[in-house]
Each structure stands twice: as C-alpha cells, then as structure tokens.
C-alpha cells in the first residue's frame, strides 16, 4: 500500500524556468510533510517542510505548497538551476500516531537543461 | 559541524553472514532511525530509536535489530543475509520533526 506517491518518475526543465513536482498522499493522519534531494551515492539532503496547519512554506528558490483537502503537495523550484539536478522525495509523517517514521514517496528525477 | 556520519560506506557479504552497520547522529539529537533504500524505491522505515528506547518498528522480520547507545550512537543489525537484503541503509537523526540524513552503507549480498 502506497501511502505517499510521486507519480511522474521523471521531469525536464530548462534552466531558469519553474520545476514543479508533485506529491499525493492516502494517510490523512499524516500532519508534517518534507522534500529531500538526493544525489548519486549521497544521502537524501533535507530541502523544505511544512506542517498542516499551514498551506505554504518558503525558503529562498524553494515553495512547497500543501492542500489538505486533495492530499497533495508540490515543491516549487524558481529558477531552476542545473545544480537541481537530482532525484527528489517527498516525504510524510503522522506524529501522533507513529512519532517520526518518515514514509517516503518513490522520488521524481529532475533534470535541468542548460 | 559535523552531520549524520555511518560506517563502512561499502561492504560485501555472503547469504547468511552477519552484518553490523553503524551511525553517530548529528551532536544534539536524541533520536536515531534507520532506513532501507532499494534501487528504484524511496526508503523504507526500520527501526527509531530515542534515548536508547526503541519508538518504532517498521515491517522488517526478526534478522534486523538495532540498538542505541548512552552517546546516542547507534547499531543496526542483520543476521541471516539474503540477497533481498541487498540495499542502501541509511541513518537519520533529529531534534525535532525534521530527520538529517547520514551518506549511507551499500551492502551487497552475494
């Protein structure tokens, strides 16, 4: 059971332009949500987060917007830099419930064309 | 400072070997998880450890055990390796909600 889903596996994006992916969950005692990038024989670094009692949450070119009502979530990426270049999970957790077990989406691989 | 650090970064086993893998969480956090990572898949939850008690388990049989130590250090490990238990293993502390993420041990099973 896929409780968290990335269903585009992969996107590009030019350089400069807006990456938009894309995050829908089942759980809905899920309450705090996250992106990772991850690099080739790296850990997953941690981007962004945002609770549920909010709708959006900024931190510099990053966006991830939350609509609780669709159960989806999408990281915005403006502009888009060849450094981006990565795969990228979204993750979820239900702290209420199961404290910090993250689960993890199957990751979209972003790449940014110069 | 210094981030989520695991060791060895590589290893080779064989089917039914043992294996320890290891991880020291970022200075300050408590709490210590473990994660498989299969090529093509996200992570999947092992185990949470916070202040050496265990807070979580996920959906992994009785040859995966991990334990924390009093420097909030960490353990995890396998016995009865199967080819299936080949993997990226991955640590991750916290503070709080958020989990930082260690670089990771590739364990292969021959």
């Known amino acids: 059971d896929q409780q968290v889903k990335q269903n585009s596996p992969s996107l590009s994006v030019q350089e400069g332009r807006i990456s938009i992916l894309n995050c829908d969950y089942t759980n809905s005692m899920f309450d705090y949500f996250l992106w990772y990038k991850k690099y080739p024989a790296e850990g997953p670094t941690f981007l962004i987060s945002?609770?549920?009692?909010?709708d959006k949450n900024e931190d510099g070119r990053f966006t991830v917007f939350l609509n609780k009502s669709a159960k989806h979530l999408s990281l915005h990426i403006v502009p888009s830099q060849p450094g981006d270049s990565a795969v990228y999970f979204c993750?979820?957790?239900?702290?209420?419930?199961?404290?910090?077990?993250?689960?993890f989406g199957t990751g979209t691989r972003l790449a940014v064309r110069p | 400072d210094a981030g989520v650090t695991q060791s060895p970064t590589h290893l080779i086993k064989t089917r039914g070997q043992q294996v320890t893998l290891r991880c020291s969480p970022i200075s300050g956090h408590k709490s210590v998880s473990w994660y498989q990572q299969v090529l093509g898949q996200g992570p999947q939850f092992i185990f949470q450890y916070y202040e050496k008690e265990e807070r979580g388990r996920g959906n992994f049989p009785d040859r995966f055990s991990a334990r924390q130590f009093p420097n909030y250090s960490s353990e995890l490990n396998v016995n009865a390796l199967l080819l299936g238990d080949s993997a990226l293993y991955l640590c991750?502390?916290?503070?709080?909600?958020?989990?930082?993420f260690g670089p990771g041990t590739r364990l292969l099973v021959l």
């Open positions: 991750a502390s916290s503070w709080t909600e958020t989990q930082y």
């Open positions: 993750a979820a957790s239900a702290e209420k419930s199961s404290g910090d077990k993250l689960t």
């Open positions: 945002i609770s549920s009692i909010k």
